[in-house]
């Protein structure tokens, strides 16, 4: 894949505006200020590709790129509490919506600060992505920041201070050298690969509309019920503008196989 033939395509404001969904979607989840733009740029190596501002908070509508037959969505930055609570409420009803719909989610990147713990909204959106087993990694932002020791205890940190931390693809990234930005490029470009495949033994063109169900490599949820229970609790914290002030619950306790949720 040229990860610089990418192009941006539109930004919705409200759920409800965007399209069907005819393609696998990469998603880019995390706190304001985290850094996501500053990484989709990084990405696919164009400098104004995503707006990156000083101020948090400053995406608010989900803005969707297009590279070949993948889309890239930008979701919001949530958690950022000087907004109205109006604006609070539409951008985690955006995050919410998006997440919980039947769209062909491929995978989220669910972006963390390295230099912090991860935060009450991180972890409730872990939990979220467990409870549904929706397939994610866990990019750690801001490596740069640290260094090369500060980098190794933060590391070790994550795995007591992330549910499943062994059980989940974690990078270390830095906007700014560049580092660990191949090993996301890879993960992309293995995943397009594997469903452009299972089309071509399927007897499909890459243009026609692609499902990828649960994610490429993840098993199919068994119990249905707790899923729905998830994505309405969810939904419910997200319409009332509660994911910066609720405390995560628990997350399950059932083991799950290394590649059921994650890469």
């Known amino acids: 894949m040229n990860f610089q033939n990418v192009q941006f395509e539109a930004s919705y404001g409200l759920f409800q505006q965007i399209p069907p969904c005819e393609m696998p979607e990469f998603a880019f989840s995390g706190r304001s200020n985290v850094g996501k733009s500053s990484l989709i740029n990084k990405l696919f190596n164009r400098k104004q590709l995503a ?34 609570k109006r604006e609070k409420t539409r951008w985690s009803g955006l995050i919410g919506d998006y997440l919980a719909s039947d769209r062909d989610i491929a995978l989220v990147f669910q972006l963390i600060d390295m230099r912090h713990p991860p935060t009450k909204d991180d972890l409730m959106m872990i939990h979220y992505l467990v409870e549904c087993e929706m397939p994610f990694v866990i990019i750690l932002t801001k490596m ?20 499943y931390a062994d059980q989940i693809t974690i990078l270390p990234v830095s906007s700014e050298t560049g580092e660990g930005i191949s090993e996301i490029r890879a993960i992309i470009e293995e995943l397009v690969g594997q469903e452009e495949e299972d089309l071509q033994a399927a007897g499909k063109s890459p243009d026609q509309e692609v499902t990828l169900g649960w994610g490429a490599g993840c098993a199919q949820p068994a119990d249905v019920k707790e899923i729905e229970e998830a994505i ?20 399950p306790t059932r083991q799950r196989k290394k590649d059921e949720t994650c890469l």
Do not use: C, H, W
């Open 51 to 84: 707006r990156v501002s000083a101020m948090p908070g400053k995406t608010s509508t989900i803005n969707f790129f297009r590279l070949d037959n993948v889309r890239f969505v930008d979701l919001p930055g949530y958690g950022y509490a000087k907004v109205s």
């Open 144 to 163: 740069d920041k640290l260094s090369r020791r500060e980098q190794e205890k933060r590391l070790e940190a994550v795995q007591t201070e992330i549910p």
């Open 232 to 251: 309405r609790q969810f939904k419910e914290s997200a319409r009332a503008g509660e994911l910066d002030e609720k405390q995560p619950q628990k997350l």
